[in-house]
């Protein structure tokens, strides 16, 4: 069965820092793998994603994440933070026919 | 284009009474789901439906019950709310992903916060 594990639940980095939010996935079958953004009050929308086209993958605001089969990873990174970018961020692998597995979410704060 | 709209936003039941929730897409998606967000829990699915006229069990079914009478509209209801129910939902919906050109992104509504008391 597919699972998703994000390691730590809140992240806080400075404004201009290195974003890096750890995402490991479990899967049998070449999985399709997703982050998503949830801003306050809001729904989630999707920044990225995997389809075993490419392993580094661009998303929004200037997010990419790199998949790495050996390493069962999905790490989403952004060179440099902005305080635009706080959110609460979700891994997703597609499980199965019609179904998603999330991860639990880590919350990023950004710091002036 | 409106996506996914779910109504109403807020609500506050006692327990025991009853409600529903109801999620309206204009993409002509195939797929509809019900998630339920806590905190430290992620989203975990309720019930989906893969089609009109079609339900299924999530993670989470008890207490909840479902139905997709209209293609557009998937409706999550609660028959006797208990404060376990206190949460906030959200509705999802995605293409048919055998027929899908990509990979079945799931698009959401803005959720619904239920109160149970």
């Known amino acids: 069965a597919q699972s998703v594990t994000q390691l730590g639940s809140h992240v806080s980095v400075s404004e201009g820092a290195l974003v890096l939010l750890r995402c490991n996935y479990s899967?049998?079958?070449?999985?399709?793998l997703f982050w998503y953004v949830q801003y306050p009050n809001q729904g989630l929308q999707l920044l990225l994603k995997?389809?075993?086209?490419?392993?580094l993958v661009k998303g929004i605001n200037g997010f990419e994440a790199e998949f790495k089969k050996s390493e069962t990873s999905f790490h989403l990174t952004k060179p440099s933070a902005h305080m635009s970018d706080a959110a609460e961020y979700f891994c997703?692998?597609?499980?199965?026919?019609?179904?998603?597995?999330f991860g639990t979410g880590t919350r990023l704060k950004v710091l002036a | 284009n409106a996506g996914v709209t779910q109504t109403p936003k807020f609500r506050v039941l006692k327990t025991g009474q009853s409600m529903t929730l109801l999620c309206a897409q204009d993409?002509?998606?195939?797929?509809m789901y019900w998630y339920r967000q806590d905190p430290g829990m992620g989203l975990r699915l309720i019930h989906y439906?893969?089609?009109?006229?079609?339900?299924a069990k999530g993670e989470v079914p008890d207490g909840y019950n479902v139905s997709r009478l209209k293609k557009q509209n998937f409706l999550l209801g609660l028959e006797s709310a208990a404060p376990s129910q206190t949460s906030v939902y959200f509705c999802?919906?995605?293409?048919?992903?055998?027929?899908?050109?990509?990979?079945?992104?799931?698009?959401f509504g803005e959720g619904s916060r239920l109160t149970v008391l």
């Open positions: 997703a692998v597609r499980s199965g026919t019609y179904k998603y597995i």
């Open positions: 993409m002509n998606h195939e797929y």
């Open positions: 995997y389809t075993s086209a490419a392993t």
């Open positions: 899967s049998s079958v070449p999985p399709y």
């Open positions: 439906s893969v089609g009109e006229g079609t339900t």
């Open positions: 999802a919906s995605s293409y048919d992903w055998d027929r899908a050109v990509d990979t079945g992104e799931l698009f």
